[in-house]
């Protein structure tokens, strides 16, 4: 037997009762939760999960990351070492197994808007790693990806969530007043610039490459504003990169992939401007 992990008392103490002895989401509460307690040995889904993300779930509660109250917050409890204490305990835990190495972060954006309902690409994209197009299902079809319906969100959320979590009940209130949800747009180029989603999708150009790392959102924003770093590095008389949605990002990356992968993305002014 391996020596015992020093989170191992704190976890038996403080989160058995609910996720089991085990930590399969079985304990002896577990019974009286709509939203089962998680099982936090499934590498599959926890892993993708930042520490950071762990971390605030067991400190401040379930709602601080969108997920149900059920899960109570434990800051009055458990000091912050000891919080990552038990994240280094269930990290020990997961199958597959943890690796270190491939601890992703949280990515937040600076300005990035206050959406009616708390949904996360952390946990919908990154943790459950459902595909991009699922939801954004015109990308590969016409000029916009689209964001999916409420019928979209209810094929899984009738049932997950639906009793317990706050959040997803704003889905159900938005379905009774037969209202889709209002979400705030945050990519949004000029009305006189064209870009088509279609050929970008189709020429093998990934998502993140222009959206930034979404599957490790919380919110998703854009960093296309002034930026301070850029400007002194200008003043240094370095190049510094162009910023999301400016003509220059656009034309630098047609430069790039028509010289590196002779793609026949546009230059001239018209294509993109009609
Ligand atoms: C009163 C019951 C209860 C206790 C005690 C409890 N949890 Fe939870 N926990 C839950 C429930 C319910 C969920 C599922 C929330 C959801 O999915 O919406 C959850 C979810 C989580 C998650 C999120 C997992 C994921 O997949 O996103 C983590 C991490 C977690 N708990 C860790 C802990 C730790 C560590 C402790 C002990 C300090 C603990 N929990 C104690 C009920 C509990
Ligand atoms: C393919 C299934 C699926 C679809 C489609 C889906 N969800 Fe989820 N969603 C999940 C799962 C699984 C969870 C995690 C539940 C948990 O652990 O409590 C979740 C969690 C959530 C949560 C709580 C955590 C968070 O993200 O903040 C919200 C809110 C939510 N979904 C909203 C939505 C909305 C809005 C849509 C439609 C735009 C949607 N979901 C579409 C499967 C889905
Ligand atoms: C379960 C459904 C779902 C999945 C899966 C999903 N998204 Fe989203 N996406 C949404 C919803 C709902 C919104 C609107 C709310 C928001 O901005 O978070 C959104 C918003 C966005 C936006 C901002 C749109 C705008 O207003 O400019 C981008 C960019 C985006 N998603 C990219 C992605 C990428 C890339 C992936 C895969 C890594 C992905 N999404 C996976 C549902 C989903
Ligand atoms: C070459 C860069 C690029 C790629 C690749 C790209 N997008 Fe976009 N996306 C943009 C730009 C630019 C906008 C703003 C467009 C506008 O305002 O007309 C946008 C807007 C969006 C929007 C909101 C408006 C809409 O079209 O519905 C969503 C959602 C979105 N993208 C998701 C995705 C997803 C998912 C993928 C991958 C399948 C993807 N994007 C690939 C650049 C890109
Ligand atoms: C990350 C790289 C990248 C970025 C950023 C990018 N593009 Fe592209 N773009 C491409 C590639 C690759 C193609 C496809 C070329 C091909 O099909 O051979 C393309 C094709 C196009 C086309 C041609 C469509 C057609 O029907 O042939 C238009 C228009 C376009 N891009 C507009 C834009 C605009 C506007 C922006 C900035 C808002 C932008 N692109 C940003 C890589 C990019
Ligand atoms: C690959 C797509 C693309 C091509 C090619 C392109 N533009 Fe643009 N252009 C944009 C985008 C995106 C914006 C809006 C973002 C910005 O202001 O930088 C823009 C903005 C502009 C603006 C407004 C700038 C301002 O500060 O308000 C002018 C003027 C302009 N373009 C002229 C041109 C001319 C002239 C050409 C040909 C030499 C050209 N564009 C080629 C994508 C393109």
Redesign the pocket.
Known sequence: MAVAHPGEKL?RQ??A???GDTAKGDGP?AAA?A????D?TNGT??NP?PNEF?VN??RHG?PAEG??P???P?DRY?GGQQIRT?VAY?RSLAQPAYRPGSATTVVTVRGAPRQPVFFSHL?HAG?FRIPCQYCHADARRSEYAGLPSLERCLGCHKII?ATD?PEIGKIHQYRQRAEPIPWVRVFKLPEYVHFPHKPHVRAGVECQRCHGAVERMRVVGVDDGWSLSNDLVNLLGLRPRHRPLTMGWCIECHRTENRTRQTQAPLECVICHH
């Open positions: 976890y403080y989160c009762v609910c996720h509460s939760f939203t089962k307690p998680a936090l889904l926890m999960l762990l779930v067991v379930g997920l149900s059920g899960m109570p434990f458990l038990l269930l946990i943790s969530g979590n």
